[in-house]
């Protein structure tokens, strides 16, 4: 019983590490996944380095991103961090 005993504060750090901090980002990572997964052409969407612009290709593992009349550029997939609601970007 004392050997049990022992090991229980540590048993118990172990599952309040998990519960506050690998939980959390398991679920946050699927949810980025379904987003990733829900993209269409169309989509205004920002991306990790802050460019906002509207979805011109999707692929498996690129998107192209046309930022401005005329300029499109090529990125990841994973480097779209938000879908914003349609219409907000009113200049493209």
Known sequence: MDSVMQF???ILMFAV??????????KKA???????DA????DEVVTQGG???RLTKVG????????TD????QMQKP???LVLPKGTLKSQ
């Open 30 to 36: 699927k949810e980025h996944k379904a987003l990733l």
């Open 39 to 42: 993209l269409a052409k169309g």
């Open 70 to 73: 005329n300029v499109e550029i």
């Open 17 to 26: 590490l998990y519960f506050l901090m690998v939980r959390p980002q398991m």
């Open 79 to 81: 480097a779209i961090t």
């Open 60 to 67: 498996d593992d690129f998107v192209t991103l046309a930022i």
């Open 8 to 10: 229980l504060p540590i």
């Open 51 to 53: 460019l906002a612009g």
